[in-house]
């Protein structure tokens, strides 16, 4: 019969890998597809190659998920999927189609998920997901519904454990925020993100953002960039002083 989650009949190849297993291995599969949408066959062999082990499969999987893994979403619910948050006959979905969209997902719109699945779709301007981002941002996670993306989000919140993947994500919101036609991000706009994204990874965050809003002259600042390195577990922040002087603050996280 078919296989309602995925919408595609399972090959006889993945249907005799798992009559092969026992009822505990079964379970771990189950819940392995759950996360992350794989098929039986893919969920089999990565559980086997790291012994059975959940937590370190899926970490696995996500940090280096497979490449050839064919998509089972269905693009036609993708197209009404997308057409239920943009206006009609634009090919974008706008800042109040997006905050329809978060809602759906129970999210508000202060909360760095939103950045987070953002970065996810890969998309480039802020405040807009263009058509052709969200219907292959939802391909590349292999979801084709608002339940389906829900049910990633533990996942994605896990990934940002992975320090290689932090600091992606985190030069992504920098480049994100300020758009492809500035090299300088308000001083403001960067406290407020430092907030939400370094939240509980910065231990002298609170410190960090009073002594840029109380010091002296602190409004001629322009955030320029921010990267973290992994390597050293330290944030570089770059801020521009009345636009002629550089000044590098080096902070280590916790």
Not at 71 to 99: H, M, T
Request: net charge neutral; proline share 3%.
């Amino acid at each position: 019969g078919i296989n309602a989650e995925y919408g595609a009949k399972p090959s006889s190849s993945s249907q005799q890998a798992m009559s092969r297993l026992t009822s505990a291995q079964k379970e771990l599969v189950r819940q392995f597809k759950a996360l992350t949408n794989a098929s039986d066959k893919v969920a089999v062999e990565v559980l086997k190659e790291h012994n059975w082990n959940m937590e370190v499969a899926a970490d696995e999987y996500f940090v280096n998920p497979p490449s050839k893994e064919e998509s089972k979403v269905n693009s036609s619910k993708l197209e009404s999927l997308f057409q239920q948050y943009a206006d009609e006959n634009e090919d974008f979905i706008n800042e109040e189609g997006l905050e329809r969209f978060f809602q759906d997902l129970g999210i508000e719109l202060s909360d760095p998920m939103t950045l987070v699945i953002a970065w996810q779709f890969g998309t480039e301007t802020f405040g807009e997901f263009t058509k052709l981002e969200f219907i292959k941002g939802f391909e590349s996670l292999n979801c084709e519904s608002i339940r389906d993306l829900k049910n990633k989000l533990p996942t994605f919140k896990k990934e940002l454990k992975d320090e290689r993947s932090f600091r992606e994500f985190y030069q992504f919101v920098f480049n994100y925020v300020k758009g492809p036609n500035t090299k300088v991000l308000d001083l403001n706009m960067a406290v407020e993100l430092w907030n939400s994204v370094l939240k509980d990874r910065f231990r002298f965050l609170d410190l960090w953002t009073s002594f840029l809003k109380v010091g002296p002259k602190m409004h001629s600042f322009s955030f320029i960039s921010s990267r973290f390195d992994s390597r050293n577990g330290m944030t570089r922040l770059y801020l521009k002083i009345r636009g002629i002087c550089f000044w590098s603050f080096r902070s280590i996280l916790t």
